[in-house]
Protein backbone atom coordinates (compact mmCIF):
# COMPACT_ATOMS: atom_id res chain seq x y z
CA UNK A 1 0.00 0.00 0.00
CA UNK A 2 1.25 3.31 -0.90
CA UNK A 3 3.00 5.42 1.99
CA UNK A 4 3.82 8.89 0.55
CA UNK A 5 2.47 11.41 -2.30
CA UNK A 6 3.51 12.93 -5.22
CA UNK A 7 2.34 17.10 -4.79
CA UNK A 8 3.31 19.00 -7.62
CA UNK A 9 1.84 22.22 -8.08
CA UNK A 10 -1.80 22.48 -10.23
CA UNK A 11 -1.08 22.35 -13.86
CA UNK A 12 -1.13 25.33 -15.14
CA UNK A 13 -2.45 23.71 -18.29
CA UNK A 14 -5.32 22.44 -17.18
CA UNK A 15 -8.69 23.96 -16.81
CA UNK A 16 -9.87 22.74 -13.62
CA UNK A 17 -13.33 22.83 -15.18
CA UNK A 18 -11.89 19.11 -16.54
CA UNK A 19 -11.86 17.60 -13.60
CA UNK A 20 -14.30 19.10 -11.23
CA UNK A 21 -17.13 20.49 -14.01
CA UNK A 22 -19.56 23.26 -12.74
CA UNK A 23 -17.67 23.13 -9.23
CA UNK A 24 -14.52 24.56 -10.43
CA UNK A 25 -15.72 28.16 -9.50
CA UNK A 26 -13.06 30.89 -9.98
CA UNK A 27 -12.49 31.01 -6.05
CA UNK A 28 -11.78 27.01 -6.14
CA UNK A 29 -9.56 27.94 -9.39
CA UNK A 30 -7.21 30.29 -7.23
CA UNK A 31 -6.95 27.98 -4.13
CA UNK A 32 -6.10 25.30 -6.70
CA UNK A 33 -3.26 27.31 -7.90
CA UNK A 34 -2.02 29.64 -5.18
CA UNK A 35 -2.65 27.61 -1.65
CA UNK A 36 -2.32 24.10 -2.81
CA UNK A 37 0.36 22.20 -0.21
CA UNK A 38 3.16 21.30 -2.45
CA UNK A 39 5.44 18.12 -1.75
CA UNK A 40 7.84 16.21 -3.52
CA UNK A 41 7.67 13.65 -1.11
CA UNK A 42 4.77 14.07 1.08
CA UNK A 43 4.63 11.26 4.31
CA UNK A 44 1.73 10.95 6.51
CA UNK A 45 1.19 13.13 9.84
CA UNK A 46 1.93 16.12 7.35
CA UNK A 47 -1.08 18.43 6.20
CA UNK A 48 -2.27 17.48 2.61
CA UNK A 49 -4.67 20.18 0.68
CA UNK A 50 -7.73 18.41 0.97
CA UNK A 51 -11.13 18.51 -1.41
CA UNK A 52 -14.80 18.66 0.18
CA UNK A 53 -17.91 20.10 -0.35
CA UNK A 54 -19.31 23.13 1.73
CA UNK A 55 -22.82 23.48 1.36
CA UNK A 56 -22.79 23.82 -2.83
CA UNK A 57 -19.48 24.60 -3.29
CA UNK A 58 -16.15 22.73 -3.34
CA UNK A 59 -13.24 24.39 -0.85
CA UNK A 60 -9.85 23.43 -0.58
CA UNK A 61 -8.44 23.42 2.82
CA UNK A 62 -5.78 22.39 5.37
CA UNK A 63 -5.91 18.80 6.56
CA UNK A 64 -3.48 16.51 8.77
CA UNK A 65 -2.95 13.34 6.71
CA UNK A 66 -4.34 10.91 9.81
CA UNK A 67 -7.59 10.21 10.45
CA UNK A 68 -8.13 12.04 14.39
CA UNK A 69 -12.06 11.24 15.57
CA UNK A 70 -12.69 13.22 18.29
CA UNK A 71 -12.10 10.50 20.67
CA UNK A 72 -8.70 9.57 19.50
CA UNK A 73 -6.16 10.26 22.39
CA UNK A 74 -3.01 9.24 20.79
CA UNK A 75 -1.65 10.55 17.06
CA UNK A 76 0.26 7.26 16.50
CA UNK A 77 -3.23 5.48 16.41
CA UNK A 78 -4.65 8.21 13.83
CA UNK A 79 -4.72 5.50 10.15
CA UNK A 80 -4.02 7.23 7.22
CA UNK A 81 -5.38 4.53 5.28
CA UNK A 82 -8.47 2.80 5.88
CA UNK A 83 -9.89 -0.07 3.80
CA UNK A 84 -13.17 0.14 1.47
CA UNK A 85 -14.41 -3.06 2.93
CA UNK A 86 -13.71 -2.11 6.70
CA UNK A 87 -15.43 1.55 6.47
CA UNK A 88 -19.22 0.72 8.00
CA UNK A 89 -18.25 -1.92 10.36
CA UNK A 90 -14.92 -0.10 12.05
CA UNK A 91 -16.04 2.65 14.20
CA UNK A 92 -12.90 4.91 13.49
CA UNK A 93 -14.66 5.10 9.52
CA UNK A 94 -18.22 4.68 9.97
CA UNK A 95 -19.53 8.26 10.45
CA UNK A 96 -17.50 10.19 8.27
CA UNK A 97 -17.71 7.51 5.14
CA UNK A 98 -21.18 7.93 5.65
CA UNK A 99 -21.14 12.16 5.58
CA UNK A 100 -17.84 13.38 5.52
CA UNK A 101 -15.97 12.15 2.22
CA UNK A 102 -13.28 14.03 0.48
CA UNK A 103 -10.83 13.86 -2.36
CA UNK A 104 -7.28 14.54 -2.08
CA UNK A 105 -5.91 15.57 -6.07
CA UNK A 106 -2.34 14.27 -6.43
CA UNK A 107 0.11 14.16 -9.15
CA UNK A 108 0.83 10.66 -8.27
CA UNK A 109 1.38 8.00 -5.63
CA UNK A 110 4.51 6.08 -4.48
CA UNK A 111 4.41 2.01 -4.21
CA UNK A 112 7.34 -0.10 -3.40
CA UNK A 113 7.79 -3.34 -5.12
CA UNK A 114 9.31 -6.51 -3.43
CA UNK A 115 12.79 -7.45 -5.12
CA UNK A 116 15.03 -10.03 -4.10
CA UNK A 117 17.39 -7.51 -2.55
CA UNK A 118 15.36 -4.57 -1.86
CA UNK A 119 12.10 -2.47 -2.97
CA UNK A 120 12.04 -0.96 -5.98
CA UNK A 121 10.08 2.43 -5.51
CA UNK A 122 7.56 3.69 -8.83
CA UNK A 123 5.52 6.54 -8.94
CA UNK A 124 1.67 5.43 -10.15
CA UNK A 125 0.32 8.01 -11.60
CA UNK A 126 -2.03 8.53 -15.12
CA UNK A 127 -0.18 7.77 -18.30
CA UNK A 128 -1.39 11.88 -19.18
CA UNK A 129 0.25 12.88 -16.19
CA UNK A 130 -2.87 14.55 -15.31
CA UNK A 131 -3.83 14.90 -11.42
CA UNK A 132 -5.67 11.87 -9.37
CA UNK A 133 -8.22 12.48 -7.06
CA UNK A 134 -8.17 9.81 -4.51
CA UNK A 135 -11.18 9.30 -2.48
CA UNK A 136 -10.96 10.23 1.12
CA UNK A 137 -12.76 10.21 4.67
CA UNK A 138 -12.60 13.12 6.85
CA UNK A 139 -13.48 14.50 10.28
CA UNK A 140 -12.49 17.14 12.77
CA UNK A 141 -10.42 16.72 16.21
CA UNK A 142 -12.04 19.27 19.10
CA UNK A 143 -9.27 18.28 21.12
CA UNK A 144 -6.09 21.05 21.68
CA UNK A 145 -3.36 19.33 23.03
CA UNK A 146 -3.57 16.40 20.28
CA UNK A 147 -3.84 18.96 17.69
CA UNK A 148 -1.08 21.72 19.48
CA UNK A 149 -0.01 24.60 17.54
CA UNK A 150 -2.81 24.46 14.98
CA UNK A 151 -5.35 26.62 14.59
CA UNK A 152 -9.05 25.31 15.00
CA UNK A 153 -9.77 25.51 11.31
CA UNK A 154 -6.73 23.56 10.88
CA UNK A 155 -7.76 20.68 13.17
CA UNK A 156 -9.63 18.70 10.22
CA UNK A 157 -7.46 15.29 9.44
CA UNK A 158 -8.17 12.42 6.72
CA UNK A 159 -7.82 9.26 5.75
CA UNK A 160 -7.03 7.72 1.90
CA UNK A 161 -9.46 4.68 1.34
CA UNK A 162 -7.62 1.94 -0.58
CA UNK A 163 -8.87 -0.74 -2.62
CA UNK A 164 -7.40 -4.08 -4.06
CA UNK A 165 -5.07 -3.63 -7.34
CA UNK A 166 -5.50 -4.08 -10.72
CA UNK A 167 -3.88 -3.76 -13.87
CA UNK A 168 -0.35 -2.34 -13.64
CA UNK A 169 -0.60 -1.83 -9.99
CA UNK A 170 -1.35 -5.31 -9.02
CA UNK A 171 1.72 -6.51 -10.40
CA UNK A 172 3.78 -3.56 -7.95
CA UNK A 173 1.53 -3.87 -4.64
CA UNK A 174 -1.55 -5.22 -3.41
CA UNK A 175 -3.59 -2.50 -2.50
CA UNK A 176 -3.78 1.33 -3.67
CA UNK A 177 -5.82 4.85 -3.15
CA UNK A 178 -9.24 4.81 -5.46
CA UNK A 179 -9.23 6.98 -7.50
CA UNK A 180 -12.35 8.81 -8.39
CA UNK A 181 -13.34 9.51 -11.77
CA UNK A 182 -13.81 13.42 -12.29
CA UNK A 183 -17.69 12.91 -13.71
CA UNK A 184 -18.22 11.15 -10.02
CA UNK A 185 -16.87 14.50 -8.24
CA UNK A 186 -20.09 15.82 -7.43
CA UNK A 187 -21.95 12.28 -6.37
CA UNK A 188 -19.00 11.00 -4.34
CA UNK A 189 -18.82 14.51 -2.45
CA UNK A 190 -22.24 15.13 -1.46
CA UNK A 191 -23.61 13.41 2.13
CA UNK A 192 -27.44 12.99 0.19
CA UNK A 193 -25.59 9.84 -2.28
CA UNK A 194 -27.27 6.95 -1.85
CA UNK A 195 -24.55 4.70 0.37
CA UNK A 196 -24.57 1.65 -2.82
CA UNK A 197 -23.79 4.13 -4.89
CA UNK A 198 -20.87 5.35 -3.11
CA UNK A 199 -19.68 1.77 -2.77
CA UNK A 200 -19.82 1.30 -6.43
CA UNK A 201 -17.19 4.21 -6.69
CA UNK A 202 -14.61 2.19 -4.78
CA UNK A 203 -12.96 -0.26 -7.86
CA UNK A 204 -9.50 -0.77 -8.65
CA UNK A 205 -8.80 1.45 -11.15
CA UNK A 206 -7.09 -0.83 -14.22
CA UNK A 207 -5.66 2.69 -16.01
CA UNK A 208 -3.00 3.87 -14.14
CA UNK A 209 0.21 3.70 -15.18
CA UNK A 210 3.84 3.79 -12.98
CA UNK A 211 7.20 4.04 -13.79
CA UNK A 212 10.35 3.36 -11.65
CA UNK A 213 12.06 5.81 -9.81
CA UNK A 214 14.82 6.52 -7.67
CA UNK A 215 15.44 5.13 -4.02
CA UNK A 216 16.11 7.98 -2.70
CA UNK A 217 12.50 8.69 -2.28
CA UNK A 218 12.92 5.97 0.01
CA UNK A 219 13.76 8.89 2.63
CA UNK A 220 10.37 11.36 3.19
CA UNK A 221 13.70 13.62 4.34
CA UNK A 222 14.37 14.05 0.36
CA UNK A 223 12.17 16.98 -0.69
CA UNK A 224 13.50 17.68 -4.49
CA UNK A 225 11.35 17.68 -7.11
CA UNK A 226 13.88 15.11 -9.13
CA UNK A 227 12.85 12.16 -6.52
CA UNK A 228 9.63 11.71 -8.63
CA UNK A 229 11.83 11.38 -12.40
CA UNK A 230 11.61 8.82 -13.93
CA UNK A 231 14.33 6.31 -13.71
CA UNK A 232 13.00 3.29 -16.41
CA UNK A 233 10.34 3.36 -18.77
CA UNK A 234 6.39 3.78 -18.12
CA UNK A 235 4.17 0.82 -17.17
CA UNK A 236 0.71 0.91 -18.84
Request: contains cysteine; glycine residues 4%.
Amino acid sequence: MAGRLYLPPFPEDLPPSELFGSLATPALTRQLREERLVSANRAPRLPVSMLRLEGPRLRQVPALWGLTPSWLEVMDHAPHVARAESLETRRMFRESFTSQRALIPVGGVYVWKEQPRMKQPFLVTHATRAPLLLAALWTRHFSPPLMEGLPPEGRDSFALISVACAGVTARLTDRMPAVIAPHQVQEWLSADTPLDRVRAMLTPDASLAAFPVARRVNDPAHQEWSVAHPTGPMLS
